[in-house]
């Protein structure tokens, strides 16, 4: 018998429109003889569109206000055999639609609620990862609005690190909300955007030399194996989301043309953040490498990576043998598993 997939897309952060491409690439290429898929589109407000309009989300990539209250229509996710919950960033990556389906008893595709809000979470992925032995860039903890901490003692942080430096909402992707702040006049704005995103907020010292961007695809449960190293070049300050979404900025090189010790490195530190942070089913690791010294730090876990047939994570997997149809179809199965 078919299996009977809801496709959840969209959400509320500000990787909705992202998340609309990923799914549309999804929809197209899970095999219809064996699986029987209902999209809902998640509106910005959080509301799970009816069908006609959530196909009209797809088509324009612009979801409609109106919809049912995400309570209400949890129930009725019940009458599916799991759920690709094909969404990016907060209110979907991070834990929060992962608890809803685990309480309504549905089994879904990737990481579960403590894997999903810890990779999602900078601050503490980066204290798991600190704590499991993996090199990453010096940052200050993050300062959360309601702490009240003077201007003064947060301009004292950032001197430490040093500048240039990077001011990141703690919860986001898609480089939203990020800033490269080349100097202590530049700080004030870079928090103000951050924390208009978040109410956590990450200071990062930036790699000692410009790093070259190595990315790793984990696919599996408990037994997770790691895809061929990729690489990311472009010309910009960084990798930002005018870089990332506007067509012909970024080029993609896989496998990475590094050596072969720095490829297994980053390949053997990808598996142990996916098992130190408690991850499932499918994970994009990202590396700085700094070719000079030949540090390889590790950036962030992205458990719900940009899933376009042209994105990074689909295309690694590609170079390790799975074609995107069966990748999405191997995805479902991992979800099916019992973990
Ligand atoms: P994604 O879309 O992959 O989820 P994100 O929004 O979580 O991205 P990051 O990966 O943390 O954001 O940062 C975005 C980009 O900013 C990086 O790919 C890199 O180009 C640059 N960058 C971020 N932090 C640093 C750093 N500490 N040193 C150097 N470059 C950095
Ligand atoms: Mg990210
Ligand atoms: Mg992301
Ligand atoms: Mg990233």
Same mark, same amino acid.
């Given at each position: 018998m078919?299996?009977?997939?809801?496709l959840?897309?969209?959400?509320?952060?500000?990787e909705h429109?992202?998340?609309?491409?990923?799914?549309?690439?999804?929809?197209a290429?899970?095999? @219809?003889?064996?699986f029987?898929?209902?999209?809902?589109? $998640?509106?910005?407000?959080?509301?799970?569109?009816?069908?006609?309009q959530t196909?009209?989300?797809?088509?324009t990539?612009?979801?409609?206000?109106?919809?049912?209250?995400?309570?209400h229509?949890a129930?009725?996710?019940?009458?599916y055999?799991? @759920?690709?919950?094909?969404?990016?960033?907060?209110?979907?990556?991070?834990?929060? *639609?992962?608890?809803?389906?685990?309480?309504?008893?549905i089994?879904?595709v990737g990481?579960?609620?403590?894997?999903?809000?810890v990779?999602?979470?900078?601050?503490m992925?980066?204290q798991?990862?600190?704590?499991a032995?993996?090199?990453?860039?010096?940052?200050?903890l993050? $300062?959360?609005?309601?702490?009240q901490q003077?201007?003064?003692?947060v301009?004292e942080?950032?001197?430490?690190?040093?500048?240039?430096?990077? @001011?990141?909402?703690?919860?986001?992707?898609?480089?939203?909300? $990020?800033s490269?702040?080349?100097g202590?006049?530049e700080?004030?704005?870079?928090?103000?955007l951050?924390?208009?995103?978040?109410?956590?907020v990450i200071?990062?010292?930036?790699?000692?030399?410009?790093?070259?961007?190595l990315?790793?695809?984990?696919?599996?449960?408990?037994?997770?194996v790691?895809?061929?190293?990729?690489e990311?070049?472009?010309?910009?300050?960084?990798y930002?989301y005018?870089?990332?979404?506007?067509?012909?900025?970024?080029?993609?090189? $896989?496998?990475?043309?590094?050596?072969?010790? @720095?490829?297994?490195?980053?390949?053997d530190?990808?598996?142990?953040?996916?098992?130190?942070?408690?991850c499932?089913?499918?994970?994009?690791?990202?590396?700085f490498?700094v070719?000079?010294?030949? &540090?390889?730090?590790?950036?962030?876990?992205?458990?719900?990576?940009?899933?376009?047939?042209?994105?990074?994570?689909?295309?690694?997997? &590609?170079?390790?043998?799975?074609?995107?149809?069966?990748?999405?179809?191997?995805? *479902?199965?991992?979800?099916?598993?019992?973990?």
């Amino acid at each position: 018998m078919k299996k009977r997939i809801l496709l959840l897309a969209g959400g509320q952060s500000g990787e909705h429109e992202v998340s609309l491409m990923s799914a549309r690439s999804v929809l197209a290429a899970l095999p @219809v003889d064996q699986f029987d898929v209902t999209p809902v589109v $998640i509106s910005k407000e959080g509301r799970w569109l009816p069908p006609t309009q959530t196909l009209h989300a797809l088509e324009t990539g612009e979801a409609a206000t109106g919809g049912d209250l995400v309570l209400h229509r949890a129930a009725s996710a019940e009458g599916y055999d799991a @759920v690709f919950p094909i969404l990016h960033g907060p209110m979907g990556e991070d834990g929060t *639609v992962q608890g809803l389906l685990t309480l309504a008893g549905i089994p879904f595709v990737g990481s579960g609620v403590l894997g999903s809000a810890v990779s999602m979470d900078k601050v503490m992925t980066k204290q798991v990862l600190a704590s499991a032995g993996i090199p990453q860039v010096r940052w200050a903890l993050a $300062i959360r609005r309601g702490w009240q901490q003077t201007p003064d003692a947060v301009r004292e942080q950032a001197a430490a690190l040093g500048y240039p430096l990077f @001011v990141k909402p703690a919860n986001l992707g898609s480089s939203v909300g $990020i800033s490269k702040v080349s100097g202590p006049g530049e700080l004030d704005q870079a928090l103000e955007l951050a924390f208009s995103l978040d109410r956590r907020v990450i200071l990062e010292a930036m790699t000692s030399h410009r790093p070259r961007e190595l990315e790793v695809g984990v696919l599996g449960n408990d037994a997770p194996v790691a895809s061929p190293v990729g690489e990311l070049s472009f010309d910009a300050e960084f990798y930002d989301y005018e870089t990332k979404y506007t067509e012909g900025r970024a080029t993609m090189h $896989i496998p990475a043309l590094v050596p072969a010790e @720095v490829a297994a490195r980053a390949r053997d530190l990808a598996l142990q953040a996916f098992r130190a942070l408690d991850c499932a089913g499918l994970a994009r690791v990202d590396f700085f490498y700094v070719e000079a010294t030949g &540090e390889l730090l590790l950036n962030e876990v992205n458990t719900m990576p940009g899933f376009t047939t042209t994105s990074m994570y689909p295309k690694l997997l &590609e170079a390790a043998g799975l074609s995107y149809s069966d990748l999405v179809t191997r995805l *479902v199965e991992l979800a099916l598993e019992q973990r």
